[in-house]
Every structure is written in C-alpha cells, then in structure tokens.
C-alpha cells in the first residue's frame, strides 16, 4: 500500500514535471515565433501557421508514429543522437518531452500571437519613433501589454499537457517513473481495474483542468485585462 | 520665481536642436494609394523651412495621413527623396530608406498610442534618448501634468492624454514634430484649450512641425503655412491667409 501511494505521488509529479518543462520551453521558443507569425510577412507564412495548427487537428497518434520513427537509430536524428551522445529519445522522458512540446505548439503560439495582433500598431510605431529598437520594444512595450494572453497561453499549454494521453503513450509507452503520467496510469488502472486508483487520478486531473480554465476565463472575462 | 521659469525655458530652447542652426525639411515623393475615389498617386513635392508650423489639410482620404507616415519613416514611398538638413531620410534612386529609429521625429498618433502599462512620468520618460529625470519634471510642469505623473493612461482625459503625447514627443527632442490630427477626439472647448498647447510644443522645440488637421479655425489659429490636398495631389501652398483668402467658402465647401 505504501509503495502503492509513492507510485500514485511519483506519477502526479511526472505529470506536473513534463507539463512545467513543456510550458516553460514553448514559452521561450513561442514568444519570437509568435512575433514573427504577428508581425511579419514572409513567403511560407501560411505552411508554417498550418503546420502549427496540425496538433488541433491531428490524431496524436499519427504525430507519434513520425516521432518514433525520427527517434529510432535506424534513421537520420535517432542514429546521430546514439552515435554522438549515446542517447535514446524513444522511450525515455526526454523524448515524450519533445513530443509534448511540438503537440503543444498551437496552444501557447496561438494566445500569444493574437495578444500581439491585439495591440494597437501605434504602440509599437510610437517606440520606433522614439528611436526604440524592435526588442527593446517587445521587452518594454508589448510584453507587458499582453499579460492577460501570456497567462492564457501558459495555462492552457498546461493544462492540455497534464490531459495528453495519445502522444505520450506512442512515444513514451508506460514506464513508471520515466513515461508513465496520470492520463496513462488512469487508463492502466482501469484495465487491471483498480477503479479507486483509477478515479483518485482522474479526480485530480478534473480538478486542476477545472482550476486552470476558471483562471483563464476570470482573466479574459476582465474588462482591462492591461492591470492583471 | 520668474528667473527659475526663464532658465528652465531657456535650457529646453538651447536643447542640441535649438543650436542646429536653420533646419529644413526637403520632401519629394511619390506613393500608390487608395483615394475615395479610387487608385491614385500621393505626389507631394515641398520644402519646409525652420520654425515652420505647417498644415496639411484636406478631407478623409486626400493623403495627409499617409504623408505623415511617410515622412516618420512609417510607409515607405514608391519614389522620390526626402533630405531633413543634409541628411538623406529617403532617396529611392540610391535605395536609401532611413527607419524610424533613425529620424529622430517625435510622432504623435490620433490615438496618441500611450504605453498602458507605464504612469504618465514614465511614458514621458521612456521618450528620453538618455535617462534625464530633470528633464522629465519640466516637460510635466509645462504640460500642467505634475498632479497626474504616477497616473496610468486609462485614467486620464483626452485633454490630459494629448498633453502627455505631446510632452513625450518632446522628451526625444526631435528633429520633426509630426501631429496626426492631434485634436481630432476632443471636443471645441478642449480643442480651443489645446491649439495654445501645441504652439508653446512647437515653440520649444525651435525646429519644424507638421501638423494634419481638418479644421480650419485649427489651421488659421496655428499655421504658419498650408498645404492643401486633394486626392493625393497638392491643389494649394502657401500662408493660410492666401490659401484660403478669396475662395475661402467654396473650398471649405468643396474640401470639407
């Protein structure tokens, strides 16, 4: 029974570790992109917009067949990794960890793209001509504008992250410990039909989705959301 | 008390623009643009002299707006130069297209674009090449805005927001003062109150304004010269008084 509950405590905590690292990586990697995608015209603008949408609409078990498949050794990215830093990514945390970030991309990339298509242009054409460069601009000027669709976009990457079920279970399996979260570990307790397991998982899950969406909605729901 | 309001005017007169010597501003421009009338070509050629206060007028669409942009660095034009002292901003011929960080004008948007997430001293500030706080603390005792420095945009009146606008347009010393209907979102009472705001901004800053506007008792009150658009094209130059002197009602008609 102890071991049981270390097993129930380690999975949650796997579940928030991939859900923190997959937020804060879209976060750094999300803001310059959705800079780009706000901002600027450019040949391919329509492919990569698309090709970040796919996750909304992609079935995570066709994302996670091409993740395995870059990840064997028998191909170009999985041979390099084993050679040269004699990594596996199949199977492992850190490659559920790059699934997660990729399946996730619309739901950080999104909020914060129309946060910043939300700002009025003369805000930024002031700074210029002010003689302020474009990141001093960002940093200073739309960042702290957009709170509201930064927190949306962090808690709504989130959330999805802790729900993900198909992805991690295609490229990460059922490992406790390495790969195992709280979506499978409800989905294995089922099976061996633990069902008080099985719904003290999924309790918590309905718990903290519940929490995150009430967050966001409270913040969108504010009439100058510009204060938060 | 009257000999510390003298040094202060003088310490923003004497600012490094005030000492450029005769400023002039060589504008010689061509840009496709959407008319109410449909497609037509924005062609403006003029030059604007030193302590000019010059008004572009003309209705919704003429292309005073655009022209602003224009000279801001904002939209770039088709063809043609624009030279603010021998400095080259804009020569399509050579591919020359100074950015807006480089101009040094001091743009102020019908919105005012005020940054919401900073107090009113901290907006002016941020317009400041280097922190100068001294500064800072002139521009809100001129602008009657000492009461308001730690207040945020949102809570300020139109009259209060265009004053900031202006004051922080100064704080950059700019070469050029461009206002883009500055007094537009005010009502007549306001407006009457703030014409006497932009000419002390103008005369501070001892160099060029250039100023949009649609209002004719504006441009009488302010201008020291006109310029008169029609669909993209400069129909008449030249002192209010001689641009609106013997057809003044028809034009207002027609214009207007």
């Not at chain 1, 998982?201 to 995150?212: D, E, K, Q, T």
């Not at chain 2, 034009?77 to 020359?96: A, H, L, M, T, Y």
Request: charged share 20%; glycine share 6%.
């Amino acid at each position: 029974m102890i071991m049981g509950d270390q097993d129930f405590i380690n999975t949650l905590l796997l579940t928030g570790k991939l859900a923190v690292w997959t937020t804060f990586i879209l976060f750094v990697l999300g803001l310059p992109v959705a800079y780009l995608l706000a901002y600027k015209k450019f040949w391919l603008k329509p492919l990569v917009e698309a090709l970040i949408s796919m996750p909304m609409v992609l079935p995570p078990t066709v994302l996670g067949f091409y993740m395995l498949l870059a990840y064997s050794p028998q191909n170009g990215i999985g041979r390099f990794l084993e050679q040269h830093f004699n990594t596996r990514l199949a199977f492992s945390f850190n490659g559920v960890l790059i699934a997660s970030v990729i399946f996730s991309l619309p739901f950080m990339i999104q909020p914060l793209q129309n946060g910043l298509t939300g700002i009025p242009k003369s805000f930024r054409e002031t700074a210029y001509t002010l003689g302020k460069s474009e990141f001093t601009t960002f940093i200073r000027v739309l960042v702290p504008n957009m709170i509201p669709s930064i927190i949306t976009a962090a808690a709504m990457t989130f959330a999805h992250c802790i729900g993900e079920f198909g992805v991690v279970i295609m490229v990460g399996g059922n490992m406790p410990g390495e790969t195992r979260v709280a979506s499978i570990a409800i989905y294995d307790e089922v099976q061996a039909m633990n069902y008080h397991t099985a719904n003290q998982y999924s309790f918590i899950l309905f718990i903290i989705s519940l929490l995150i969406l009430t967050l966001i909605y409270s913040i969108n729901g504010k009439k100058t959301p510009i204060n938060l | 008390m009257n000999e510390n309001k003298e040094t202060r005017d003088e310490s923003i007169n004497k600012s490094p623009l005030g000492d450029l010597g005769a400023n002039c501003l060589s504008i010689s421009i061509t840009k496709a643009m959407l008319s109410a009338e449909g497609k037509t070509n924005l062609e403006v050629c003029s030059e604007v002299q030193d302590n000019e206060l010059l008004c572009l007028f003309g209705h919704s669409g003429a292309g005073k707006t655009t022209l602003l942009r224009i000279l801001a660095g904002l939209t770039k034009p088709d063809k043609g130069r624009i030279v603010f002292n021998d400095i080259v901003w804009f020569d399509s011929e050579k591919k020359i297209n100074l950015p807006p960080q480089e101009r040094n004008v001091g743009y102020m948007f019908q919105d005012y674009g005020l940054f919401p997430n900073m107090t009113v001293e901290k907006n002016i500030s941020f317009g400041q090449k280097e922190k100068n706080k001294e500064e800072v603390d002139k521009l809100l005792e001129l602008f009657d805005l000492e009461i308001l420095k730690n207040q945020h945009p949102e809570k300020l009146s139109g009259g209060q927001k265009q004053r900031v606008a202006l004051a922080r347009a100064l704080a950059a010393k700019p070469n050029v003062l461009l206002l883009d209907e500055p007094l537009s979102a005010l009502d007549f009472d306001m407006r009457l109150a703030l014409q006497h705001e932009i000419r002390k901004a103008h005369e501070l800053l001892n160099t060029v304004t250039i100023m949009v506007s649609h209002d004719l008792q504006e441009v009488f009150h302010l201008a020291s010269t006109v310029i008169m658009l029609k669909n993209g094209t400069v129909i008449n130059e030249g002192k209010p008084a001689d641009v609106f002197s013997e057809k003044t009602y028809c034009l207002r008609q027609r214009v207007s």
